[in-house]
Nanobody, 126 residues
Framework: QVQLVESGGGLVQAGGSLRLSCAAS????????MGWFRQAPGKEREFVAA????????YYADSVKARFTISKDNAKNTVYLQMNSLKTDNKAVYYC???????????????????WGQGTQVTVSS
């Protein structure tokens, strides 16, 4: 059974940092691109960042570029999202997602990801 479990969310002041983790289990993820998405209340789920299967390539939404960093440890089946200089409008539930085995290329559409975590809440206060 494939599981993605996010952790690391919480409450932080604007300008602060958080590091999200996504522990994956149930299959190999070394050939799967993985991504982070977020969903704010009343809004659609949106792409934040993605990393290729090998971890050699990354891609970010313009709104988080230069502030967020995604990384992947295939030995630990874990993906991270380091979030710096957080803003109040970064408040959302953050989800980890994985593409299927043998899909190492980065994509940004939610429909292209096969497995999802339950999400972790990030709240940024002013």
């Amino acid at each position: 059974q494939v599981q993605l479990v996010e952790s690391g969310g919480g409450l932080v002041q604007a300008g602060g940092s958080l590091r999200l983790s996504c522990a994956a289990s149930g299959r190999t993820f070394s050939t799967s691109a993985m991504g982070w998405f977020r969903q704010a209340p009343g809004k659609e789920r949106e792409f934040v960042a993605a990393i290729s299967g090998s971890g050699s390539r990354t891609y970010y939404a313009d709104s988080v570029k230069a502030r967020f960093t995604i990384s992947k440890d295939n030995a630990k089946n874990t993906v991270y999202l380091q979030m710096n200089s957080l803003k109040t409008d970064n408040k959302a539930v953050y989800y980890c997602a994985a593409r299927s085995i043998g899909s190492p290329l980065i994509v940004t559409m939610t429909s292209r990801y096969d497995d999802w975590g339950q999400g972790t809440q990030v709240t940024v206060s002013s």
